[in-house]
C-alpha cells in the first residue's frame, strides 16, 4: 500500500479519554475512531490486525480439527427462557424488540442456540466428538465501557462449543481447546498464561483463563514464575491424542498459577519464596467444562451405544479476538508507539522514501515495493512529501516491525537501511539484500 | 475434509415453509437453519460459501484502490438525528434502548457513520479520491421476511462509500464501482445486468441495480436481449483511467435494461420486437451518486485547491453478499440439487468411496485426498459407510462442481471416474490424471 493512497489518519495529540497505553495508542495511529460509548469503527489499520488475529485463531481451531459455522447476532428470546438465563442474565444482555413485538437479543455468547443446532440435526453418539465454533460480533451492555476496545461493548469474540458422549471425552475437547490456545497466543506473539478461574454465569466446575501480563490488567494474578518459563513452541501436536493433550495441560497447569477470584494463600506460600509472583493480567481467553448444564434442561441427547439415550458433555471456549489487540499492544510497545509481532503486524514492512521526488529515491523504493509485493508480502511505502522525520516518528508510531531506509545518499553507494522497530538497531545491505531479509523473516 | 468429521445435516425432507429453491436446497444441504424470522445460523456448509463470496468481493475492491475498513452493526441515534433520516427511516430500523437510556439502532446501511468518520480526518481536498468500504451484518426489520436468505432481517451486505471533490470525480467512481462489480459477478458465474432504477431511501439521481435473472425474482425487468451477449471477461482494467472506467459503463448501460420501476414503455418498444424481453430479476447490488446529500448537512468539507471549503461529492454502492448465494443458486440448480460455479464452491471436488473398508479403494482415496490438499485444494471425501446412491445423492444435493468416484473395479483397470456436476458427463482415467485435470480447473 502507498501511503498517499491509503486512510491512516494518525493524530498527533493523545485524546484526553483514553486512560491506558494501547487506547491511547489505537487512538494516535488511527486503528479505531468510537462510534458510541464502547462501541467502535475500526479504521483500515486496525482493520487490518483485526483480520489477522482472527485469521490465525480460524487456523489454530481447524488445525485442532474445530468446525467453522456462522449464527447470527440476534437471537430470539425463547432460547433462553428455556435454558433459565433470560432472567438470570441481567442487565448486560441487550433486549430488543422487533416491529412485531417479539422479545430479540443481541446474543452476548451462544451456548442456547448452538444447542439447540445440535438437538435440532444429531441423534446418534456416532456423531460425535463433534466441536462447533464461530467469531462474531457479541454485545454486552458493560456498565462503564473503557479501555477501548479491552472493554468494549459490541466486541468480536471467537466461541466454540464441544459435544460428547462422556465426561471423559469432553476433558479431552477440554485439554485439545487449551492446546490450541497456547499455539494461537504464541503465533501473535503473547505468553497467555492458563490460570484455574471462576466460571461466572456460564456455570461449570472446570475452566481456566488465559491471562497476558501487563499492569494495565483488570485481574490480579499470583503465580509461580516458573511458569513464565514454559514455551509451546513449534511441537507437532496430533489433536486427536488423548494422552499428547493430557500432557500438554499438566504441563502448562500444574504450577500455581490464580486470578484473586480462586487464589489459595496456603498453596501459594507453598512456593518457594523468590518464586512468587503478584502482577496484573488481561483475560484474553477462557475455556469451561459444564458438562450437561445445557443438554439436560434443553434436551440435547443422543442415542448411545446401547440404544438409550443420554445428555451431551458440553463445553464452551472463548477467544477474545477484539480485545487481543489492545492486549498485544499492552504487552509490546515503547514511549514512541506500538511493536507489533510478525505474527499480527498490519503490514510486513515500511518502505520510507527520504527523498520524495528523487530519481534514484523513487526508483529504489519502487523496486523494493514491487519485488516485496510479488513475493507476497505487503510493504506500507510512505510516498508523501514530508520530512524524514514526520515519515520516522509515523512508523514508530504504527509500529511495523521492520523497516527500509531508502535515501540518495545511501544508494549512491548502493546501500539501504534496515531497522528492526524492536530493538532500533539498523544494517546497511543492498536493496536486493534487504528484500532477501524481509523475506527470510516471514518466511515469503 | 472428512465427511465422517465433518458436520452437514443434510435433510431427506423439503421444509414445508421453503417456497422458492434457493431456500429448499439451502435447508436440505444444511447450509442454514433459522434462528428466529429472518435471521439465519450459517451452517459449516452455507459458511464457507458465505465467505467464498466475501472474499471475492474484498479482491474486487481492493483491486479497484478502495480502502477495507469496519463499522460497527450498532449506531447512535445522534447520526441519524444529524441527517434528518432517523425518523423518516420508518419501521424497518431496529431501534434499540441501551441500559442507560440511549438510542441505539442495528445499522440498515452506513452513510451517516462513514460521513462522520470522514469529517473528523479529512480537511484538505489533497486526499481525496477516497473510496472506504466494509462487509458487515445489517439489520432491516422486513415486515414479511422470506424465501430464506433472498430477503432475510440480518444480512451481510457490502457497502462502499466514495468521497471526492467534484461531481467529475464523483461519477468516475461510480463507473469505477459498476467496472469492479461486473467483475465481481463474473466471478461468481454469475450475470448480474447493470438496470437503470430508482433511489428510495438512499436519495440521488445517478442509480443502477445489479440484477441476475431468475423467475423468483422480485422485481420485474424491461431489456434488449442484446444486453445478455455483454461479458466482462478477463479484461485488464486501469481503475485509474477515467476514460476505460467510462468505455465500459457505456457498453454495459447503452442498451435498454430497466426494472418496473423506472420503465419506459415508448423507449421499450423502440428495441426491435425479436430482442424485446419481460423477465424476472433478482437485486443483488445497487451503486449511487447523490453528490452532497448527505455531506452537505453533516459538514463532510474539505478545503479546495483555491483553500475555500467544498461539500464532499459522494456515493454509495452496495453488494447483497449474503443474498447473492440464495441467487446463485436460483440461476445455478437442477432438480437434484444445487450446481455450484467453481469460484463460490464449498469445496474443489468431491471424492466417493463406492466401497468403503476396501483396502485398495480406502487407499486410492486417501491418496487422491492427500494430493488435492497438497496442491492447495479442498477436496470433500465422503468416507461414511453408506451406499453408491446415498452418497451421489449428497453430492449432487450439496452441487460441488466435480466428483472423484472410486471403486474396487475401476481400480482394477487402473482408473477412477471424473463427473462434472454441471453436465453430467463422466470420464474414467488414471487417477494421477484426475489429480491433474481437477487442478487444471482451478489453476491449482
Same mark, same amino acid.
Given at each position: 500500500?502507498?501511503?498517499?493512497?491509503?486512510?491512516?489518519?494518525?493524530?498527533?495529540?493523545?485524546?484526553?479519554?483514553?486512560?491506558?497505553?494501547?487506547?491511547?495508542?489505537?487512538?494516535?495511529?488511527?486503528?479505531?475512531?468510537?462510534?458510541?460509548?464502547?462501541?467502535?469503527?475500526?479504521? %483500515?489499520?486496525?482493520?487490518?490486525?483485526?483480520?489477522?488475529?482472527?485469521?490465525?485463531?480460524?487456523?489454530?481451531?481447524?488445525?485442532?480439527?474445530?468446525?467453522?459455522?456462522?449464527?447470527?447476532?440476534?437471537?430470539?428470546?425463547?432460547?433462553?427462557?428455556?435454558?433459565?438465563?433470560?432472567?438470570?442474565?441481567?442487565?448486560?444482555?441487550?433486549?430488543?424488540?422487533?416491529?412485531?413485538?417479539?422479545?430479540?437479543?443481541?446474543?452476548?455468547?451462544?451456548?442456547?442456540?448452538?444447542?439447540?443446532?445440535?438437538?435440532?440435526?444429531?441423534?446418534?453418539?456416532?456423531?460425535?466428538?463433534?466441536?462447533?465454533?464461530?467469531?462474531?460480533?457479541?454485545?454486552?451492555?458493560?456498565?462503564? +465501557?473503557?479501555?477501548?476496545?479491552?472493554?468494549?461493548?459490541?466486541?468480536?469474540?471467537?466461541?466454540?462449543?464441544?459435544?460428547?458422549?462422556?465426561?471423559?471425552?469432553?476433558?479431552?475437547?477440554?485439554?485439545?481447546?487449551?492446546?490450541?490456545?497456547?499455539?494461537?497466543?504464541?503465533?501473535?506473539?503473547?505468553?497467555?498464561?492458563?490460570?484455574?478461574?471462576?466460571?461466572?454465569?456460564?456455570?461449570?466446575?472446570?475452566?481456566?483463563?488465559?491471562?497476558?501480563?501487563?499492569?494495565?490488567?483488570?485481574?490480579?494474578?499470583?503465580?509461580?514464575?516458573?511458569?513464565?518459563?514454559?514455551?509451546?513452541?513449534?511441537?507437532?501436536?496430533?489433536?486427536?491424542?488423548?494422552?499428547?493433550?493430557?500432557?500438554?495441560?499438566?504441563?502448562?497447569?500444574?504450577?500455581?498459577?490464580?486470578?484473586?477470584?480462586?487464589?489459595?494463600?496456603?498453596?501459594?506460600?507453598?512456593? %518457594?519464596?523468590?518464586?512468587?509472583?503478584?502482577?496484573?493480567?488481561?483475560?484474553?481467553?477462557?475455556?469451561?467444562?459444564?458438562?450437561?448444564?445445557?443438554?439436560?434442561?434443553?434436551?440435547?441427547?443422543?442415542?448411545?451405544?446401547?440404544?438409550?439415550?443420554? +445428555?451431551?458433555?458440553?463445553?464452551?471456549?472463548?477467544?477474545?479476538?477484539?480485545?487481543?489487540?489492545?492486549?498485544?499492544?499492552?504487552?509490546?510497545?515503547?514511549?514512541?508507539?506500538?511493536?507489533? +509481532?510478525?505474527?499480527?503486524?498490519?503490514?510486513?514492512?515500511?518502505?520510507?522514501?527520504?527523498?520524495?521526488?528523487?530519481?534514484?529515491?523513487?526508483?529504489?523504493?519502487?523496486?523494493?515495493?514491487?519485488?516485496?509485493?510479488?513475493?507476497?508480502?505487503? +510493504?506500507?511505502?510512505?510516498?508523501?512529501?514530508?520530512?524524514?522525520?514526520?515519515?520516522?516518528?509515523?512508523?514508530?508510531?504504527?509500529?511495523?516491525?521492520?523497516?527500509?531506509?531508502?535515501?540518495?545518499?545511501?544508494?549512491?553507494?548502493?546501500?539501504?537501511?534496515?531497522?528492526?522497530?524492536?530493538?532500533?538497531?539498523?544494517?546497511?545491505?543492498?536493496?536486493?539484500?534487504?528484500?532477501?531479509?524481509?523475506?527470510?523473516?516471514?518466511?515469503?
Amino acid at each position: 500500500m502507498r501511503l498517499t493512497r491509503y486512510f491512516l489518519p494518525v493524530l498527533k495529540e493523545t485524546p484526553a479519554e483514553a486512560q491506558i497505553v494501547s487506547h491511547r495508542y489505537m487512538l494516535r495511529a488511527g486503528m479505531i475512531k468510537q462510534a458510541s460509548a464502547g462501541i467502535y469503527s475500526w479504521l %483500515p489499520l486496525g482493520y487490518k490486525v483485526l483480520k489477522r488475529i482472527e485469521q490465525i485463531v480460524h487456523e489454530e481451531q481447524i488445525r485442532a480439527g474445530h468446525i467453522p459455522l456462522l449464527m447470527p447476532t440476534l437471537q430470539g428470546a425463547d432460547l433462553w427462557r428455556e435454558s433459565g438465563r433470560y432472567d438470570d442474565y441481567g442487565e448486560e444482555m441487550l433486549r430488543i424488540t422487533d416491529r412485531g413485538g417479539r422479545d430479540l437479543l443481541y446474543g452476548p455468547t451462544n451456548e442456547e442456540m448452538i444447542t439447540d443446532i445440535f438437538r435440532s440435526y444429531v441423534s446418534s453418539y456416532k456423531a460425535l466428538p463433534l466441536t462447533l465454533y464461530h467469531i462474531q460480533w457479541k454485545f454486552r451492555d458493560e456498565i462503564r +465501557p473503557r479501555f477501548g476496545v479491552m472493554r468494549g461493548r459490541e466486541f468480536l469474540m471467537k466461541d466454540g462449543y464441544n459435544f460428547d458422549l462422556t465426561k471423559e471425552d469432553a476433558l479431552h475437547a477440554y485439554n485439545r481447546h487449551l492446546v490450541s490456545y497456547l499455539r494461537t497466543y504464541e503465533r501473535m506473539g503473547l505468553q497467555a498464561i492458563p490460570m484455574r478461574a471462576d466460571s461466572g454465569p456460564i456455570g461449570g466446575d472446570d475452566t481456566h483463563e488465559f491471562l497476558v501480563l501487563a499492569e494495565t490488567g483488570e485481574s490480579e494474578v499470583f503465580y509461580d514464575s516458573a511458569v513464565t518459563d514454559l514455551t509451546f513452541g513449534d511441537r507437532d501436536i496430533d489433536y486427536d491424542s488423548v494422552d499428547q493433550c493430557a500432557a500438554i495441560m499438566e504441563e502448562f497447569t500444574t504450577k500455581y498459577a490464580r486470578t484473586d477470584e480462586t487464589h489459595d494463600e496456603a498453596l501459594f506460600n507453598a512456593i %518457594p519464596e523468590e518464586r512468587r509472583r503478584v502482577a496484573r493480567g488481561i483475560e484474553v481467553g477462557q475455556i469451561f467444562y459444564f458438562g450437561t448444564k445445557y443438554s439436560e434442561p434443553m434436551g440435547a441427547t443422543v442415542q448411545g451405544p446401547d440404544g438409550k439415550p443420554v +445428555p451431551v458433555h458440553m463445553g464452551s471456549h472463548g477467544i477474545g479476538v477484539s480485545r487481543l489487540m489492545g492486549a498485544i499492544i499492552e504487552a509490546s510497545h515503547d514511549d514512541k508507539g506500538i511493536i507489533w +509481532p510478525e505474527g499480527v503486524t498490519p503490514f510486513h514492512c515500511g518502505i520510507v522514501n527520504l527523498k520524495q521526488g528523487d530519481g534514484d529515491a523513487d526508483a529504489a523504493c519502487e523496486n523494493l515495493y514491487a519485488q516485496l509485493t510479488a513475493a507476497g508480502l505487503e +510493504p506500507l511505502y510512505d510516498d508523501r512529501e514530508e520530512r524524514a522525520g514526520g515519515k520516522f516518528a509515523t512508523m514508530d508510531l504504527i509500529g511495523l516491525p521492520w523497516r527500509i531506509t531508502v535515501g540518495p545518499r545511501g544508494l549512491k553507494n548502493g546501500v539501504v537501511e534496515v531497522t528492526s522497530r524492536r530493538t532500533g538497531e539498523s544494517e546497511e545491505m543492498s536493496p536486493e539484500a534487504a528484500i532477501a531479509r524481509i523475506r527470510e523473516i516471514y518466511g515469503a
